[in-house]
């Protein structure tokens, strides 16, 4: 028989438990020290080569000048209140919507017929529209009917666009989590004496939100990042005011520090949401 | 307590019959098992008669009013009729207690605080008043199947139907939930149930139907049935299952 070799010798005869994990122990040892040695070798290689590219010192001066970043992060850090600002205030807005859309594509009453109708227009139209597209339109032509003051203010009309936007995808998450109640939960509910609407509200749907939790996390993380798409109809956000920056510096700098700034935030989301989903995946199997 | 009388049910899926004019008659306080091959359409009669599935011909009577009348509010007939599934379908987001008290909650509005001392008394008669606060994941199948049952009787139906509730438990959790059944029967509770517990049919029931070809094709007194069947088709039956 073939030997592993990974893991360095064990002695001949019946094993000890001390053996065998010994024996587990040289082998994650090695497992560390090798992707260790990989990992260093592609970050000196990284660190070496890149400064010797031609135009790496130019490069270096106007995206990475430490000088900048410390100059501009306290304001760009105060604009980037503002996107968090809006992203609060249209998470919940866009939670709400996206379950009446969703539940609005699910009736079954012919009287409700238009609502179904307009459900399954309302998620096809949105989807199909571009996030900036939408912005533009709702947050230029909204405004531009010569509404007063505040009815003028681009961050109601930015963020209705958002909310627009994002609760087509979330009605659609929403209603693939409630398809995926399988229907012998229905039924079982039906079989009660309970009503199609109690049916949804008491088993259905708090069995599909909970399903559906981890896709909406990764729905979350994309309008934190698309809150800055408002920065083109006004609003002073981290990415305008980088912008501004950009131009009164002459440098690129401010741009690196709102992503930073940005992955602050959506790197742990991420991890989290991925968490969520692992865990899930976990559960159900 | 009711009776039930299914007259000439017919029922298909598509171009599948799976009953063709089924004759059926339980009394007051009777237990009645429906036996047939696997697809001889038992859990589809059940289903029928809860108004879970539209029949296509025939009359379904409880106590005597035709209850597939396509114009009959189904929830009101639903929660006269208790059903129990092969595969518990619990509502896994919910405590035993919350499972069984759903029901009497919304269909008959009364509080939780109202219903709080009879579900316990139904808690501690199958054995379970120590597994109210669990979630459904918490319980072995053989409990999840009596809170099935507790369940529905929370509701006080009139009748009560079984599909196979036995079929999806390990052996030595059988038992238990066939004693449930013993004790209702003891209580005088009308009884349908589809099963392939021949002994237990053969112990418990008052009548057995054996079901064939979306008939039933013979019934009769549990002993009558499984020792002198009158049908040839019948006696294959019990004889392939005496043999498996
Ligand atoms: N929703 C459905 N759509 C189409 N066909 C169905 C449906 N439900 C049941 N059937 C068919 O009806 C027939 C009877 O099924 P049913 O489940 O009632 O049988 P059963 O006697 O309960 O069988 P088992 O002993 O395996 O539980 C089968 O041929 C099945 O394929
Ligand atoms: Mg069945």
Known sequence: MALLENGGAVPAGPLTKADRDAYARR?????????????????????????????????????????????TFPTLLRAFMLDVAIFLWCAPAIAVVGLAIALCRDVRNPALYPLRLFGAL??????????????????????????????????????LALILTYSAYV?????????????????????????????????????AIRRVVPANMNMLIALQKDVALLSFIGPVEIFRQAGVYKSLLANFTPYVVAACIFLAITIPATRYADYLMARQARERS | MATLDLIGVSKSFGATQ?????????????????????????????????????????????????ISRPDLDPQGVRRRIGIVFQSFNLFPHMTAAENVMLGPRRVYRRS????????????ERFGLADRMYHYPDQLSGGQQQRVAIVRALAMRPEIMLFDEITSALDPELVGEVLDVLRQLRAEGMTMVLATHEMSFAREAADRVAFLHDGRVLEEGPPAQLFETPRHERTRAFLSRLARA
């Open chain 1, 27 to 71: 082998l994650r040892n090695r497992s560390l020290a090798v992707a260790g040695g990989s990992t260093a070798a592609v970050l000196i290689a990284i660190v070496v080569l890149v400064p010797l590219a031609p135009g790496w010192e130019a490069v270096r001066r106007s995206f990475f000048s430490g000088e900048v970043f410390v100059e």
């Open chain 2, 112 to 123: 939780r605080a109202d219903l709080l001392p009879d579900i316990t008394v139904l808690f």
């Open chain 1, 122 to 159: 309302y998620t096809d139209i949105f989807r199909g529209i571009p996030v900036i597209l939408v912005v533009y339109l709702v947050g230029f032509g909204i405004p531009g009917l010569g509404l007063p003051r505040p009815w003028n203010s681009p961050y109601i009309w930015g963020s």
């Open chain 1, 171 to 207: 009605a659609e998450i929403f209603r693939s989590g409630i398809e995926s109640v399988h229907q012998s939960q229905r039924n079982a509910a039906l079989s009660l004496g309970l009503s199609d609407r109690d049916t949804m509200r008491y088993v259905v749907l708090p069995q």
């Open chain 2, 18 to 66: 799976v009953c063709r004019g089924i004759d059926l008659s339980v009394k007051d306080g009777e237990m009645v098992c429906l036996i047939g091959a696997s697809g001889s359409g038992k859990s589809t009669l059940l289903r029928c008669i809860n108004l879970l599935e539209p029949i296509d011909e025939g009359q379904i009577l409880l106590d005597g009013e035709d």
